[in-house]
């Protein structure tokens, strides 16, 4: 494999990541705020969804950012399921506590 191509597959990966691997992570991380946000802050579960989808804005952004700033594309991918897999445990503990019902 040619230099040339080993660079464009790179870029693709990083690309897929950043929309795909981003979109998780931040969907994650509004859906946790949600849950999360009234029982610590006594917050209305309506303002809750909003301030986590809000959030979930910055978290997407900061995630494009760190795939296009990480070394390779192999640790862009890493860093992505790094940040997704404790919220996506900690999202399944919480679903499974609160009986299904967000």
């Not at 990541?17 to 579960?45: D, E, K």
């Not at 952004?61 to 919220?87: D, K, Y």
Request: charged share 10%; aromatic share 8%; hydrophobic share 65%.
């Amino acid at each position: 494999m040619t230099a040339g191509v080993r660079y464009r597959l790179g870029v693709a990966s990083r690309a897929v990541a950043a929309i795909a691997g981003g979109y998780g992570v931040a969907a994650l991380s509004a859906a946790l705020l949600a849950l999360c946000l009234p029982a610590l802050f006594g917050m209305a579960r309506s303002e809750a969804a909003m301030t986590g989808t809000l959030a979930s804005f910055l978290v997407f952004a900061i995630a494009v950012m760190w795939v296009f700033a990480a070394r390779t594309a192999l640790r862009a991918w890493s860093g992505l399921a790094i940040a997704a897999v404790p919220m996506g445990l900690l999202l399944a503990l919480l679903m499974r506590s609160a009986g299904g019902a967000a």
